[in-house]
């Protein structure tokens, strides 16, 4: 053996070994580098159950003789962890140390060191060769496998991303993965970020310009949705999605004529997009065509018969249109599958109580208990147990405010007071946004009373 020159093996933290627990990530080194020559082999993001062998029979290929094939060991076991092999060639001998850590810097540093403190006076000569990272449960997490919650999502993302171990094409998955995991949360802002890293890693992908418009669309900035959906179609001109959301966009910027015309384009690229007819019939609605809106409607849930989308929207067109027992029958069926939804629930009680139908409020009184959060004043209202005064005055936001308009005069109608009806309507229909469903109502009640 060369004067000091000597082989080492640094473990920098607790590794399993051999025979102990499972892991996703392997490293094979040979056992007496000097003597039998230099190997290693590992895997990383690799099947548990095969990764010590996988890893072996890499060490092995990697060999040039017998000797040195024969000297490969699993030395370590890992997931979620990084690991580093150091070394330093000389003519006749080799110096070589290897960690593993929760760092990939600070596992390379630990290499470095352990091969300095074995290579004596060649110590400045101690090179990392190798230093990878395994990221199988942080990749699990990141991807969303077994409904991992969005915050485990966004941390296993947030660990890959800064493992130094991705390739570019990984982060580009890791940064979107972790966008849509923001975007679940209603963090757009963050999320919104996140599709920018990705695009600025590849800035050709539709598909993120789509998931980044929709975070600015359920931020209400509309423009800037609308230029990213414009992107993703450049892109894909057959990017069926994005002239759907797009539509959407445009719907809600009061462009109903445009919002129509985006969701027929989407039909023609997909005639059974039940989104597509569902949402063209709502921009009907806001145009005035019930007639047009009620065949959308139709073909939706004749695409989608067990959407409870299509039932709520053509529910609520029977209420404008009053057909109030339809209306009922409609959000009945959507309260069968979506029994939490509370205002499925409010106007099916109004449109069964306007078509005279018996054994009404039962569900209400089951909600009622359910808390003081908006709507329960509501469900107080139509109960008898609150005033229509005390209703208007639990509403904390504008949009409440607007709401309680809307119910208080329904409230008052089905006592018979019209003119207080119209009068609550009247304030509804102005300061309601007009995609809300009360602002269509109060609307299409203020109509019936006044009939042109």
Known sequence: MAAGIRIVALIAAVVSLPGSAAADG????????????????????????????????TCRRMSN??????????????????????????????????????????????????????????????????ARCDGSTWAAQCGGRDGASPDRRIAGCTALIGSGDESEADLVGDYVNRGNAHADRQDYNQAIADYGEALSCNPTRAIIYYDRGNAHRMKR????????????????????????????????????????SEFTTALMLDAGDAAAYRNRGNAYVDRGDLALA????????????????????????????????????????????????TYAMLWRYLAAARAGMANRDGRLKRSASG???????????????????????????????????????????????????????????????????????????LKRLNPP
Not at 27 to 52: C, H, K, M, W
Not at 312 to 336: E, I, K, N, Q, T
Not at 414 to 423: C, E, F, H, M, N
């Open 294 to 341: 009620r065949e959308d409607y139709d073909e939706a849930i004749q695409r989608a018969p067990r959407d409870a989308d299509g039932y709520r929207s053509r529910g609520y067109l029977h209420f404008y249109a009053g057909a109030f027992a339809a209306a009922a029958d409609d959000l009945a069926r959507v309260l069968a599958s979506e029994p939490d939804d």
């Open 221 to 260: 900035d509309y423009d800037k949705a609308i230029a990213d959906y414009d992107r993703a179609i450049t892109l894909d001109p057959r990017y069926e999605d994005a002239f759907v959301n797009r539509g959407v966009a445009y719907a809600a910027k009061g462009d109903t004529d445009r919002a129509i």
């Open 26 to 57: 392997a490293l094979a080194i040979t056992s007496n580098a000097v003597q039998d020559g230099v190997a290693y082999g590992f895997v990383r993001n690799f099947p548990a159950a095969t990764a010590q062998a996988a890893a072996l029979d």
């Open 65 to 130: 003789t017998q000797r040195t094939v024969a000297s490969c060991r699993i030395v370590g076991l890992f997931t979620d962890r990084c690991f580093a092999i150091a070394l330093v060639p000389q003519a006749g001998a080799t110096t070589l140390a290897w960690a593993i850590g929760a760092d990939r810097q600070a596992t390379q540093k630990q290499a470095l060191t352990g091969c300095a403190g074995a290579a004596g006076n060649a110590a400045d000569q101690c090179k990392v060769v190798q």
């Open 371 to 445: 808390g003081a959060d908006w709507p329960a004043p509501v469900i107080e209202l139509l109960l008898g147990s609150r005033t229509a005064e005390a209703t208007v005055a639990a509403a904390s936001t504008p949009a409440q405010q607007c709401e309680a308009q809307f119910y208080v005069g329904e409230w008052k109608l089905l006592r018979g007071d019209k003119v207080g009806a119209a009068a609550a309507w009247q304030v509804a229909a102005e300061s309601c946004p007009r995609s809300f469903t009360e602002y269509k109502g109060a609307r299409a009640e």
